[in-house]
């Protein structure tokens, strides 16, 4: 049986909590703390988990907050301020440092291929969240430091930058590419990484370098995100839709 779920991530040891989006749970975006609005063209400070309107008295949990600082674009490095420190490459980006988790499950061993990803209103895939810019990186780096380890296999290959979902668009949002069979953890990579092991995965056991052609129970995708209101008021037309294949 395929299953697919999303959870806060919150540790380096990869563990993290399950966000349980048929009771309303989800990821809200704030300025320097809970319930604190973010300014129209700015990116938010604080990432939290919590109701489907960002209105839950007793939040839940702080997570780890990606802030967009530089878009980037083929061939340029885009820029990340993580938790509120200076700007850093995005391929500096560790896994555990992403605020969003997204885990395919199987009863058996299986491939997963042409993962994708939307920014959309709630209502229907082919619509724009309103009033909101929200910046995509998928972060693809098991180590648990803050320096340019970024596994090859990658969904987008062309280089290190955020994908803009803009509300302003006239045209429905297009697909953002994600890694087919990251594997546990995201632990899967390719051929091009032999010689890297032990700077890229900290000699973890579930390491693979079998590209699209790994097979798993499991396969884990790290995501950051900022957010940028171009409106005023809270932005609950917003959400976050997942799809992959599996064989």
């Known amino acids: 049986m395929a299953d697919i779920k999303f959870y806060a991530n919150i540790n380096a040891d990869n563990s993290n909590k399950l966000i349980d989006h048929t009771v309303g749970s989800g990821l809200g975006f704030y300025g320097?703390?809970?319930?604190?609005?973010?300014?129209?063209?700015?990116r938010q400070d604080t990432t939290w988990l919590t109701n489907s309107t960002g209105t839950e008295s007793t939040h839940q949990l702080r997570l780890h907050n990606t802030k967009f600082n530089t878009k980037g674009d083929t061939g340029t490095q885009g820029k990340n301020e993580s938790n509120g420190g200076s700007a850093k490459n995005l391929d500096t980006v560790p896994n555990y440092l992403a605020p969003l988790n997204v885990r395919f499950s199987h009863t058996e061993s299986v491939r997963v291929q042409n993962c994708k990803l939307r920014i959309f209103d709630r209502n229907s895939i082919t619509?724009?969240?309103?009033?909101?810019?929200?910046y995509v990186y998928e972060v693809r780096h098991p180590l648990d430091n803050e320096t340019s380890n970024s596994l090859n296999h990658r969904g987008i290959t062309d280089g290190h930058y955020w994908t803009e979902f803009d509300s302003a668009d006239s045209s429905s949002p297009s697909d953002m590419r994600f890694t087919d069979s990251p594997g546990i953890s995201g632990f899967n990579s390719d051929s091009t990484d032999s010689?890297?092991?032990?700077?890229?995965?900290?000699?973890?056991?579930?390491?693979?370098?079998?590209?699209?052609?790994?097979?798993?129970?499991?396969?884990?995708?790290?995501?950051a995100l900022s957010a940028e209101p171009v409106?005023?008021?809270?932005?609950?037309?917003?959400?976050?839709?997942?799809?992959?294949?599996?064989?």
């Open 195 to 223: 010689s890297s092991t032990a700077t890229k995965w900290n000699d973890a056991t579930d390491a693979a370098l079998l590209g699209s052609t790994h097979a798993s129970t499991r396969h884990d995708w790290y995501i």
């Open 32 to 42: 320097a703390d809970y319930g604190i609005s973010v300014p129209i063209g700015k």
């Open 127 to 134: 619509n724009h969240a309103s009033g909101v810019v929200t």
């Open 231 to 247: 409106t005023i008021g809270s932005k609950t037309d917003y959400g976050l839709y997942f799809t992959c294949e599996y064989l």
